[in-house]
């Protein structure tokens, strides 16, 4: 009896899986069938009832769209084709990125050819407001951030703002400080990365060395010599200002007892309330 009720057991789970492996494989086929429908959509000419233009003075080109589609896939285009019109300029894509942005649109498809591709179509999903191409992209590009590159990612996302390739970047600056604490990239951060350096080193909790203060009296130096301030004066403030704007943003536990006491040479410039906190 008890053989007969395992028997039952096999043979309907074994009928279970069986049903869903033939309704994944279904949806597999919908899904193909889908792409292709759409891919012909956007590479034929049936029904199309709107153009981009792209008034590009080296290569101005226009590609004929269906509203229904745009307006359903993306926020911007659900905004812009409200209004009573044919047509859009968009000039400050080319033509191949455009034809990119589009496939993604229609059929889901997108090409990853190479570093500055990543950061183009970044700027294009921000734009179009393609919030998955977006983090799919996002996602990319991190895992794409290595020690050989991760200033020129740093520097590029200036623009767009993202949080995750902003967070692996300042990752990377902070395990490999004490070999790039010289680099010039590292001088060419503003004031408000360094700011958020420190807010996410203090965030995950770690105790700044004392290489890290020097190069912020070096970052310093060089910013009020950029400066051509004729007065001495006039540098001496500049260098307490931007020392305090800094030194207010530590806390007690992220400083070495070692390290405090080695601050103390800077102490001219440093807020009187720094060395009284601690």
Request: proline content about 1%; aromatic content about 16%; some cysteine.
């Given at each position: ?11 309907a ?5 069986e049903?869903?492996n ?12 889908l792409?292709k429908n ?6 034929g000419?049936?029904?199309k009832?709107?153009s ?5 003075k080296s290569?101005?080109?226009?590609i004929?769209?269906h509203k229904s589609?745009?307006s359903s896939?993306?926020p911007?285009?659900?905004e812009?084709?409200r209004q009573e ?8 894509f080319n033509?191949?990125?455009?034809e ?9 498809n ?7 591709n990543?950061i183009?179509?970044?700027e294009?999903?921000?734009?179009f ?8 992209i996002q996602?990319k590009?991190s895992?794409s951030?290595?020690y050989s ?5 740093l520097f590029?996302?200036?623009n767009l703002?993202?949080?995750e ?9 902070n ?6 604490q010289?680099?010039e990239?590292?001088f060419?951060l503003t004031?408000?990365e360094?700011?958020k350096f420190?807010?996410?080193k ?6 700044f ?16 010599n950029s400066?051509k301030l004729?007065?001495y004066?006039?540098?001496m403030?500049?260098?307490?200002r931007?020392?305090h ?6 806390d007690?536990?992220s400083?070495?007892k070692?390290?405090f006491?080695?601050?103390?040479q800077?102490?001219f ?7 009284n906190?601690?």
């Amino acid at each position: 009896m008890d053989n007969n009720n395992n028997n039952q057991i096999q043979n309907a789970n074994q009928n279970e899986n069986e049903n869903e492996n033939e309704k994944k494989n279904l949806e597999k086929k919908v899904t193909k069938n889908l792409i292709k429908n759409y891919s012909n959509l956007l590479n034929g000419n049936s029904f199309k009832d709107f153009s981009i233009f792209v008034e590009n003075k080296s290569n101005p080109f226009e590609i004929k769209v269906h509203k229904s589609i745009l307006s359903s896939r993306s926020p911007f285009f659900n905004e812009s084709l409200r209004q009573e019109s044919l047509f859009i300029s968009l000039n400050q894509f080319n033509k191949k990125e455009m034809e990119s942005i589009l496939s993604y649109i229609y059929y889901g498809n997108i090409s990853f050819e190479n570093q500055e591709n990543l950061i183009q179509l970044l700027e294009i999903s921000i734009y179009f407001k393609l919030n998955l191409l977006k983090e799919i992209i996002q996602k990319k590009i991190s895992n794409s951030i290595n020690y050989s590159n991760f200033f020129q990612f740093l520097f590029q996302n200036r623009n767009l703002n993202s949080n995750e390739i902003e967070i692996k970047c300042f990752e990377l600056i902070n395990q490999n400080f004490s070999q790039i604490q010289n680099n010039e990239n590292l001088f060419n951060l503003t004031k408000e990365e360094i700011i958020k350096f420190i807010q996410f080193k203090q965030e995950k909790k770690e105790i700044f060395q004392f290489d890290f203060f020097q190069f912020l009296n070096n970052w310093i130096e060089k910013r009020v010599n950029s400066l051509k301030l004729r007065k001495y004066k006039n540098k001496m403030n500049e260098k307490k200002r931007l020392f305090h704007s800094f030194f207010s943003l530590f806390d007690k536990d992220s400083i070495s007892k070692q390290d405090f006491d080695k601050l103390k040479q800077f102490d001219f410039f440093l807020p009187k309330f720094f060395f009284n906190s601690f």
